[in-house]
């Protein structure tokens, strides 16, 4: 068995091969597996998550998703990592991270479990053309030539080249027949036109962003919203900016409303600000909203406002509701994303409807597996696009060991 890739489907499908016996080389074009592992969950690597359910995940082919993770959830990637001695901690929102909260021990003891189950490991060997004779797959690589009549692509995507993200998988599915479902980046970063944003660069507040594309809601996130010389990043536009990817490219307008102050009503932010309010005092409103904003917010959000007070005595109810408009619907404008070099993953990928979901093998080509971020399969931030990859990895993996007729791997300068 051939596994192109040493991720984390990689990884995990050739610590379960190798474990029941099978001759399994995994190849791997960058100096070391699991480089993307070792820079998830800030260094500590977001595993999975304790609430896995279908809608968590975004496909094409969503009926895909929902066989694949039939009996696959939170505990069957639980018990994995208790095989190769990585207990599990909760964190917040139900992710899952090793005990040690240090990624490196993930990519440490996946590395010598893989070895432990005797599984030929390949480095700064790049997969460049596949072929196949037969019932054998014939892979020429920058290292030689390898062959076998079971093989796992497990090469990621084209997101996060800094990492070893790129297309050769696609290539090699392409090749082989099977047809793409168009590839945009995800859990990433926006940008946008404006000025006023470049001004207000290294604000980071918990807030509330709605995504429009055309005027239309799409989409509605909370969380952390970062300003910067780019754009805006965040967790809460993490999560939003698989949609903006989808409407960037079909040409949409795409704005953001961010509400500064999610956790105040309309009212109770009018009222405080009321409150706060003292008659005779000339206090400018630039300095007179320091006491509740980031300082560089303050001059878009005068301006925006339409407020015409200049000092703090000259506010009345009138003029405070358009500063509380301004705070709770301070718009952006979105002319891109940062695209794949600063994307974590990649929506879209090999059409699943090709694929089956139980075993992972092409429908077209006997023989040929697939597993992770290569399909068109992504899930939302917080240990999901993992789970997928473990999940998947280990479907082929079961589906291939249990075809004992698999042929060892032979190799050939």
Not at 38 to 46: A, I, P, Q, T
Not at 257 to 263: G, H, Y
Not at 354 to 360: K, R, S, Y
């Amino acid at each position: 068995m051939i596994i192109i890739g040493g991720g984390a489907a990689g990884l995990c499908a050739a610590i379960i091969a190798g474990r029941k016996g099978l001759n399994v080389t995994l190849l791997e074009q960058n100096n070391k597996v699991g480089k993307k592992i070792l820079v998830s969950g800030n260094g500590k690597c977001n595993i999975t998550n304790r609430h896995i359910t279908p809608h968590r995940f975004h496909s094409q082919n969503p009926d895909f998703v929902e066989a694949l993770l039939d009996n696959y959830g939170f505990k069957a990637v639980k018990a994995f990592f208790h095989t190769v001695g990585l207990p599990l901690v909760e964190g917040k929102e139900g992710k899952m991270f090793p005990m040690s909260m240090q990624a490196s021990s993930v990519v440490d003891i996946l590395l010598y479990e893989a070895q432990q189950a005797g599984v030929k490991i390949i480095c700064n060997c790049r997969a460049e053309r596949i072929e196949k004779n037969g019932e054998v797959f014939r892979i020429e690589t920058s290292q030689g030539v390898f062959s076998s009549t079971k093989l796992l692509i497990a090469s990621g995507s084209v997101a996060a080249p800094k990492l070893g993200g790129s297309d050769a998988g696609y290539a090699f599915a392409t090749r082989m027949g099977h047809s793409l479902v168009a590839r945009r980046p995800s859990l990433v970063q926006l940008c946008s036109e404006e000025q006023w944003v470049k001004a207000c660069a290294g604000v980071k507040i918990k807030g509330h962003a709605t995504l429009f594309a055309n005027g239309e809601t799409v989409a509605q996130k909370e969380g952390d919203l970062l300003f910067t010389n780019y754009g805006i990043s965040g967790l809460a536009i993490l999560d939003l900016s698989r949609q903006a990817a989808h409407h960037l490219a079909q040409f949409d307008y795409c704005e953001l409303s961010l509400d500064l102050m999610p956790n105040f009503s309309k009212e109770r932010l009018t009222n405080l600000l009321l409150q706060n309010l003292h008659a005779e005092s000339n206090k400018p409103l630039s300095l007179w909203l320091q006491g509740i904003l980031p300082k560089k917010l303050i001059p878009h959000i005068l301006n925006v406002s339409g407020c015409k007070a200049n000092t703090e005595k000259f506010l009345n109810r009138k003029e405070i509701g358009k500063l509380v408009y301004a705070i709770k619907h301070l718009r952006l404008s979105i002319s891109d994303t940062r695209g794949f070099a600063y994307a974590e993953v990649a929506a879209g990928g090999v059409d699943t409807t090709e694929i089956d979901p139980v075993t992972m093998a092409s429908k077209y080509v006997p023989g040929l597996y697939f597993a992770g971020e290569i399909l068109d399969v992504d899930g939302d931030r917080g240990g999901f696009n993992f789970h997928f990859a473990w999940v998947s990895a280990m479907r082929a993996a079961a589906a291939i060991t249990s075809d004992r007729a698999s042929s060892d791997t032979s190799t050939s300068a």
